[in-house]
Every structure is written in structure tokens, then in C-alpha cells.
């Protein structure tokens, strides 16, 4: 009897043992991965006052993955309002393979400099040249290389996650349709504070070596910068013959009142052609004789008339081959079997017949403002190899 209670109080107490072993385990594991969850939401770094990275090393086109390399290609479409850059820029978002981002700096653009913007680490900081140390351009131009290199301690998360909480830019019309994840995160929280736990999520996504941006804040003339630091990336110039945009512009209001109060549409056209494309173009020039191979000016009307085959040539200048489910939707969009009203959205992609809506412009603008654009963007028509408006017109009167 006494052997027996012996035997049942060593083998409780071999339980008990049993058991403490293995919570022991459990708080060991669970602690390791705490720590692994808090390492990949907290993989920010103290960032200094000034976020220029201009002494950094230029990037190989060449990325290493587990013993192989893989090909880096970062395509930047460079271009301005109401030019087609969206139908361009879904090219990209409708690949599965690519990191796709719609104008990134647009909260950083239409917002007051005075604003505060918030960082990864959750520091705050006046939006002026003191707080930053750098001009507008530039500190755009490092966002924009921070953009390229992935790294958002130094980008604001205004720009990762802009218009908290609605996040209606980054959102709507499926500008994003491969960050779906992402977008589902941030849309969860109110406040650009909280939108910070879902940073690793677009960080995991940007790892992608194939990465295009949608940029309409720069000019090509801030470019040779990035250029120079970024190897691997390409300049895709997007062009639409200014009479168009300009007629677009003015269609969907965007233009401002107070503007359009003080000089009609003479101060926007001469700000299109005198002081953002002569400027320009001429960059471009420079730029490819000292980038070869690295810059392709595509015209918006090109690519409308005929859509796949430009969009081949997009590709081939990338160095890549473009998907077949992105050639099924570009036919779809681009050949009249969406359903709808043409141009419903300033921002939208669907259109009844792509050549069709480029060249809309030249039956419906007043003949006045055609014109007058002429008078001021006679030279950028001519570079560009548009035709003037009077061909224009006496083309149009041999229809009628």
C-alpha cells in the first residue's frame, strides 16, 4: 500500500513537471515570436532632420535572391495633368509581377508646406525648407528616391497612406489593385498615427524588383539626379498635345477660379508650354545624351491609336515582356467594349474608342482658344510633331 501511494505521488509529481516544461516552452516560443511581430512593425530607425540620400551609392541593376540575381526594372512615368497618364500608368497596376504606385506625391503636393507630416517612427514635423533642410523640388526628388529604394522610415506616411481615413486617392477606382492587403489595413484606422502598423505590409510589397511610379510633380529637369544615384531606372516622358490637356483641364474644373478669373486660360496655357515642356524637352535632350537607352518619350496619342503595339514598345524599352492579362485588358479598355459614359472621371481609365477620345478635342474646342494656344505653344506643337491648329481646322471644314 505504501509502495502504491510512493508510486502515485512521483508520478503527479512527474506531471507536474511535464506540464511546467511545457508552459516554460510555450512562454519561451511566444516571446520569441512577439519580439519576430514587433521586429517587422517596428523596422524603423531614428530619422534624421534632413532626409536627402544623395551620398548613397548608385543601385546595380542587378538584385540578389537565394544564390541568383534577378533583373531591378523601375520605370518612372514622367508626365503632366490630364495627358493619359492614368491609361499609361494602369500598364503597370493591372501587372500582378509589378509594385505600382498613382502619383505618390499628391498629398505632398496639394497640401499647405506648413502642414505637419508624420513619420514611420511616429515624429511629426513641420512641412517648410527649415524643418526638412530642403527646397519643395528637392525634398519631393528624395521622397521620390526613397520611393524607389523602399525605404519609408524616410517617407512621410502622409504619402504611403494620404487622406486619412477615407484614403480616397489611394483607393478609389482601383488605382492599387495589387495592394489590396495594404489598403484593407489602413482603412481600418482613423488616423495617419495608426495607419503606421500597416507599413510593413506596402514595405513586404516594394521588395518587388519590378516597381513603376506615376509622377506629375516633377519635372525632367529635377531627374538627373535620380538617374545618376538609381541605375536600373528608366524615364517614361508621357506627352499629350497641350491643345487637349488644356481643353481637358478646363473641362473638369482643374483649373483654379481665382486663375481662370484673372486671365482666362492664357496663364495656364503659358505655364503648360513656356515654363514646364520648353523646359522640358530640353532637358530631355540633355538627359538622353547622358543616359542613353534610359529615357522614352511617348505621346499620349500614339499609344490611343494604337494601343497595343505602343504598349509593346513600353515593355521592350523596360526590358520586359507585358503580360497576357495585361494585353486582354488593354483591348478591352481601349477598343469600345466597356459599357458607359466615356469619361466619366477625370482620373478613369474606361473609354469608348481610345483614338476616338484623343483626338475629341479637335471637333469641340473653340476655335478662339485654339488659337491662342497655338500662339503660346507653337514650339513645343512643332517638337512634338503635332499638326498646327489651322491644318487642324481646314481638315476639319474638308469632313464637313
Same mark, same amino acid.
Given at each position: 500500500?505504501?509502495?502504491?501511494?510512493?508510486?502515485?505521488?512521483?508520478?503527479?509529481?512527474?506531471?507536474?513537471?511535464?506540464?511546467?516544461?511545457?508552459?516554460?516552452?510555450?512562454?519561451?516560443?511566444?516571446?520569441?515570436?512577439?519580439?519576430?511581430?514587433?521586429?517587422?512593425?517596428?523596422?524603423?530607425?531614428?530619422?534624421?532632420?534632413?532626409?536627402?540620400?544623395?551620398?548613397?551609392?548608385?543601385?546595380?541593376?542587378?538584385?540578389?535572391?537565394?544564390?541568383?540575381?534577378?533583373?531591378?526594372?523601375?520605370?518612372?512615368?514622367?508626365?503632366?495633368?490630364?495627358?493619359?497618364?492614368?491609361?499609361?500608368?494602369?500598364?503597370?497596376?493591372?501587372?500582378?509581377?509589378?509594385?505600382?504606385?498613382?502619383?505618390?506625391?499628391?498629398?505632398?503636393?496639394?497640401?499647405?508646406?506648413?502642414?505637419?507630416?508624420?513619420?514611420?517612427?511616429?515624429?511629426?514635423?513641420?512641412?517648410?525648407?527649415?524643418?526638412?533642410?530642403?527646397?519643395?523640388?528637392?525634398?519631393?526628388?528624395?521622397?521620390?528616391?526613397?520611393?524607389?529604394?523602399?525605404?519609408?522610415?524616410?517617407?512621410?506616411?502622409?504619402?504611403?497612406?494620404?487622406?486619412?481615413?477615407?484614403?480616397?486617392?489611394?483607393?478609389?477606382?482601383?488605382?492599387?489593385?495589387?495592394?489590396?492587403?495594404?489598403?484593407?489595413?489602413?482603412?481600418?484606422?482613423?488616423?495617419?498615427?495608426?495607419?503606421?502598423?500597416?507599413?510593413? &505590409?506596402?514595405? @513586404?510589397?516594394?521588395?518587388? =524588383?519590378?516597381?513603376?511610379?506615376? %509622377?506629375?510633380? +516633377? *519635372?525632367?529637369? /529635377? #531627374?538627373?539626379?535620380?538617374?545618376?544615384?538609381?541605375?536600373?531606372?528608366?524615364?517614361?516622358?508621357?506627352?499629350?498635345?497641350?491643345?487637349?490637356?488644356?481643353?481637358?483641364?478646363?473641362?473638369?474644373?482643374?483649373?483654379?477660379?481665382?486663375?481662370?478669373?484673372?486671365?482666362?486660360?492664357?496663364?495656364?496655357?503659358?505655364?503648360?508650354?513656356?515654363?514646364?515642356?520648353?523646359?522640358? &524637352?530640353?532637358? @530631355?535632350?540633355?538627359?538622353? =545624351?547622358?543616359?542613353?537607352?534610359? %529615357?522614352?518619350? +511617348? *505621346?499620349?496619342? /500614339? #499609344?490611343?491609336?494604337?494601343?497595343?503595339?505602343?504598349?509593346?514598345?513600353?515593355?521592350?524599352?523596360?526590358?520586359?515582356?507585358?503580360?497576357?492579362?495585361?494585353?486582354?485588358?488593354?483591348?478591352?479598355?481601349?477598343?469600345?467594349?466597356?459599357?458607359?459614359?466615356?469619361?466619366?472621371?477625370?482620373?478613369?481609365?474606361?473609354?469608348?474608342?481610345?483614338?476616338?477620345?484623343?483626338?475629341?478635342?479637335?471637333?469641340?474646342?473653340?476655335?478662339?482658344?485654339?488659337?491662342?494656344?497655338?500662339?503660346?505653344?507653337?514650339?513645343?506643337?512643332?517638337?512634338?510633331?503635332?499638326?498646327?491648329?489651322?491644318?487642324?481646322?481646314?481638315?476639319?471644314?474638308?469632313?464637313?
Amino acid at each position: 500500500m505504501a509502495l502504491m501511494k510512493l508510486w502515485v505521488c512521483f508520478t503527479a509529481f512527474c506531471s507536474v513537471v511535464f506540464c511546467a516544461s511545457l508552459l516554460w516552452t510555450y512562454k519561451i516560443q511566444s516571446r520569441v515570436f512577439e519580439n519576430k511581430r514587433h521586429q517587422q512593425i517596428r523596422y524603423v530607425e531614428s530619422i534624421p532632420s534632413t532626409t536627402s540620400i544623395t551620398e548613397m551609392e548608385p543601385v546595380a541593376n542587378q538584385a540578389s535572391t537565394d544564390g541568383f540575381t534577378v533583373a531591378i526594372n523601375i520605370v518612372l512615368i514622367v508626365t503632366y495633368v490630364r495627358s493619359g497618364s492614368s491609361l499609361v500608368g494602369e500598364l503597370f497596376n493591372q501587372n500582378p509581377d509589378a509594385f505600382y504606385m498613382f502619383e505618390p506625391t499628391h498629398e505632398l503636393d496639394r497640401a499647405s508646406m506648413k502642414r505637419h507630416l508624420t513619420y514611420t517612427d511616429n515624429s511629426q514635423r513641420l512641412r517648410t525648407m527649415e524643418s526638412t533642410g530642403l527646397p519643395k523640388k528637392e525634398f519631393m526628388t528624395d521622397v521620390v528616391k526613397n520611393l524607389i529604394s523602399c525605404d519609408f522610415t524616410k517617407v512621410p506616411v502622409n504619402v504611403l497612406a494620404p487622406e486619412s481615413p477615407s484614403h480616397w486617392f489611394f483607393i478609389a477606382l482601383g488605382r492599387h489593385i495589387h495592394l489590396r492587403t495594404y489598403a484593407s489595413c489602413i482603412l481600418k484606422y482613423n488616423t495617419t498615427a495608426e495607419d503606421i502598423q500597416c507599413i510593413p &505590409l506596402i514595405k @513586404r510589397a516594394c521588395d518587388k =524588383s519590378f516597381k513603376a511610379f506615376k %509622377i506629375v510633380v +516633377l *519635372r525632367m529637369t /529635377d #531627374l538627373e539626379p535620380i538617374l545618376r544615384q538609381f541605375e536600373p531606372v528608366k524615364i517614361l516622358y508621357l506627352v499629350r498635345d497641350p491643345r487637349a490637356s488644356i481643353l481637358s483641364m478646363r473641362k473638369y474644373k482643374l483649373i483654379r477660379p481665382v486663375t481662370l478669373q484673372k486671365c482666362n486660360m492664357t496663364c495656364e496655357t503659358v505655364k503648360r508650354c513656356k515654363e514646364h515642356m520648353i523646359p522640358d &524637352l530640353v532637358a @530631355r535632350d540633355r538627359l538622353q =545624351s547622358r543616359f542613353p537607352g534610359r %529615357i522614352m518619350t +511617348l *505621346r499620349y496619342e /500614339d #499609344l490611343a491609336d494604337n494601343p497595343i503595339a505602343y504598349a509593346d514598345k513600353i515593355y521592350e524599352f523596360i526590358g520586359r515582356k507585358m503580360p497576357a492579362n495585361v494585353r486582354e485588358w488593354l483591348v478591352n479598355t481601349t477598343s469600345g467594349k466597356i459599357e458607359g459614359d466615356v469619361m466619366s472621371d477625370p482620373y478613369g481609365t474606361s473609354r469608348v474608342n481610345s483614338s476616338q477620345t484623343a483626338h475629341q478635342w479637335e471637333r469641340t474646342i473653340q476655335p478662339s482658344l485654339g488659337v491662342e494656344v497655338d500662339s503660346y505653344c507653337g514650339e513645343v506643337i512643332q517638337k512634338l510633331g503635332y499638326e498646327s491648329f489651322a491644318n487642324i481646322q481646314s481638315k476639319e471644314v474638308k469632313k464637313d
